[in-house]
């Protein structure tokens, strides 16, 4: 489907272009959300009779989004989950979490405005986008942790989750014999060999017998 794009769109066009896109993206997203018109000759004509005012609003939106996104810019959240000892998240943080954790930090945004490709599975510190407006995005911290003592140490930079598996890990030391058959445990070989005094005594015992 052709259509005339109303504001920017990114990797589509700029204000007045035309441009083809899938008929479904049309329908769900550029024209309900009034980012583009059905490109035909009377929408040509309304768009051309209008693009001043349509550029002069465009403006003023992108002098508001950019005002918001000092506000908005650098911004933390804190996002306590229940998580397994592999750190998967025992359900998942989805964009509405992100922006409830935003209002409650005085930071109102849109869900529209949030761009998650997928929700949040697993416990770590995530960059997240905010778009404020077409041509101003701002990118946000989202810390997702077990406790707050964790969330902290998260954004100190540590790695939580290999810090734990060093932890595991540490107390184990395998025995290893370089003289062992293939297969056999060290210490199983060392028990299965008969001492080299006690051969001895067997053979003496044999002679004399």
Known sequence: MEVILLERVEKLGAIGDVVTVKNGFARNFLLPRKKALRSNAANLKIFEANKAKIVADNDAKRSEAETAAKTV???????????????????????????????????????????????????????VK???????????????????????????????????FEKDTAGFVEDFDPNAEPGVIAGEAAEAAPAPAAEADAEEASDEA
């Open 73 to 127: 810019e650098g911004t933390a959240v804190t996002l306590i989950r229940q998580a397994s000892n592999t750190g998967q998240l025992y359900g998942s943080v989805a964009v509405r979490d992100i922006v409830e954790a935003l209002e409650a930090e005085g930071k109102h945004v849109t869900r529209q405005q949030v761009v998650l490709d997928k929700p949040i599975k697993a416990i770590g510190v995530y960059d």
């Open 130 to 164: 905010v778009a404020l407006h077409a041509e101003v995005s701002v990118t946000i911290k989202v810390n997702v942790a077990r406790s707050p003592e964790e969330a902290e140490l998260q954004s100190q930079g540590v790695d939580v989750m290999a810090q734990m």
